[in-house]
């Protein structure tokens, strides 16, 4: 195998890449977002630097994947936190937890998604759009929304999928990171199908590899239940953590 054949395989195994390369098409990709008001002090403990605490609020998102191209369907569920960058408001990916191998390998090592195994589930019950997070056979969290309560209006729904986030992408070595960067992405080409709001309640529980209850609910602020099809848009470097403190904001 010569090094052009190494190259185009683009991550390993080499005769059988993790994920396929480039971006990939989500259609009928389905949230229930269920935003919360947090500990402060918890929150700013959370939050890298150089983001800075607008609100100590945190939306808890559980995401069900009609259909992607490359991965197939599958469910993530994970947390969001509300911070600003350079004068501009977005979310920090704070932690991802999903059911699909390839779409964690390709989110960890070819974007920066913090993404890690878990069994989220997303379903109607007993008139409620129920989502849910299991860590082995450990529950992690509950959230309820009410079953298409209230209409949303689109704009308003495309504003909540489409805001800017960041994330931090480590590429660790023996003797620490090899790179560590802060990066920016917002997701542009997004079709908002269906929208609605409601009455939420969201349970956390306590466990070392998922500690999403670090970040304790204190008050439901809002709910939101979308359906979209939409492209995740690549990442761009806007701060350095080893070396350049800024390196470009688009």
């Known amino acids: 195998m010569n090094t052009e054949q190494i190259l185009r395989a683009g991550t390993t195994p080499l005769t059988a890449p ?8 989500f259609t009928d990709r389905e949230y229930l977002n269920v935003v919360y008001r947090t500990d402060p002090d918890a929150f700013r403990a959370a939050l890298p ?7 100590p609020l945190v939306r808890f998102e559980v995401m069900r994947m ?3 191209d490359g991965f197939g369907p599958y469910t993530e569920c994970g947390q969001a936190l509300t911070c600003a960058f350079d004068g501009e408001q977005g ?5 991802m937890y999903l059911d699909n191998a390839p779409a ?12 890690a195994f878990g069994s989220p589930r997303l379903w109607v019950e007993q008139g409620a759009l129920v989502g849910q997070l299991h860590v082995g056979s450990l529950p992690v ?14 704009d308003e729904a495309r504003a909540q999928v489409g805001v800017p986030t960041f994330a931090v992408k480590l590429a660790p070595g023996r003797g620490g990171p090899t790179s560590a960067v802060l990066q920016r992405t ?25 500690p999403l209850a670090d970040l304790p609910v204190l008050e439901v602020v809002s709910a939101s239940h979308v359906l979209t099809d939409l492209t995740l848009a690549p990442f761009t470097t806007v701060h350095d953590y080893l070396g350049t403190d800024y390196l470009e904001h688009a």
């Open 18 to 25: 993790a994920f396929p390369p480039g971006s990939h098409r």
């Open 49 to 55: 630097e150089p983001l800075t605490v607008v609100e």
């Open 66 to 68: 009609g259909d992607v």
């Open 91 to 95: 979310e920090y990916l704070h932690a």
């Open 104 to 115: 964690t390998f390709a989110g960890r090592e070819q974007s920066a998604y913090p993404k």
């Open 141 to 154: 969290a509950t959230a309820t929304m009410a079953y298409k309560h209230a209409p949303l209006d689109p």
């Open 186 to 210: 917002r997701i542009t080409d997004l079709t908002v199908k269906d929208a609605w709001e409601g009455p939420a309640r969201l349970e956390l529980h306590a466990h070392v590899m998922a």
